[in-house]
């Protein structure tokens, strides 16, 4: 199952989300600098097999335009150029001049990536921005090896900062087991780098709590391959 299927469309203002659910904007963060330029790759890949705007066509789903393109015309003449994003000038046309509310940009223009890490208090090449909603999809481990307990700390308060009121933080949730698992990739002993954690990923709720937020629900069963949880920001 994927995990677009979890999330609701009322989650999102306008509207994994920046051409599915047709997000006004979105803003990738990871602190591997290649992983961002993989992800960028994707996001070309994915435009230029996207059938070309407008989308408004009612007999056209959002699964099929995405498909529009065959994966072998990407491979065989490669990826498509992307458009100019869309002017105010365009948004104002037969409007008689007036000026409107811009429209949100369309896919590919609605993302933005960043190399940074989020589980710092802050960092100066990473927005600080107001969002809807977080989604932290196989990540809360890694911080948690890498930076500890402080780490997971740093990056609940960051995510509370980040998030508008009443928005949303979306977790994945990985057991104990998977960390001793990613160490023992990694190279290391479990007992040197497992053994500075006090705190379990069952203990994160309380953690949560401390920070700001109350868990909305739990997702978990039908095809998931690890437990979600989704928590709201209820303090300011």
């Known amino acids: 199952m994927p995990f677009s299927s979890i999330l609701l469309r009322s989650w999102f203002t306008n509207a994994p989300a920046a051409l599915q659910f047709s997000a006004s904007s979105v803003t990738g963060i990871d602190k591997d600098p290649e992983l961002i330029r993989q992800a960028q790759s994707h996001i ?3 435009h230029s097999r996207l059938k070309p705007f407008p989308l408004a066509d009612t007999d056209t789903s959002i699964e099929d335009a995405m498909n529009y393109f065959p994966i072998s015309s990407v491979l065989d003449h490669g990826h498509r150029r992307w458009p100019e994003p869309p002017s105010l000038r365009e948004s104002n046309e037969g409007n008689g001049g007036t000026p409107s509310p811009a429209l949100p940009p369309p896919f590919p223009h609605n993302v933005t ?11 100066p090449n990473a927005p600080e921005s107001k969002y809807d909603i977080i989604l932290a999809l196989s990540v809360l481990k890694w911080i948690h090896i890498l930076s500890h307990d402080a780490g997971v700390t740093s990056f609940f308060q960051r995510c509370h900062r980040s998030l508008l009121p009443s928005g949303r933080l979306v977790l994945e949730i990985q057991p104990w087991s998977s960390y001793e698992k990613a160490v023992k990739k990694m190279g290391g002993g479990k007992g040197d780098v497992l053994g500075v954690l006090r705190v379990r990923p069952e203990g994160f709720g309380d953690m949560l709590r401390q920070v700001g937020f109350s868990r909305e629900r739990v997702l978990e069963g039908e095809g998931l391959p690890r437990r979600i949880d989704v928590w709201q920001r209820v303090q300011s």
């Open 44 to 46: 070309s890949f994915l």
């Open 113 to 123: 990536l960043f190399a940074a890490d989020f589980s710092l208090p802050s960092q």
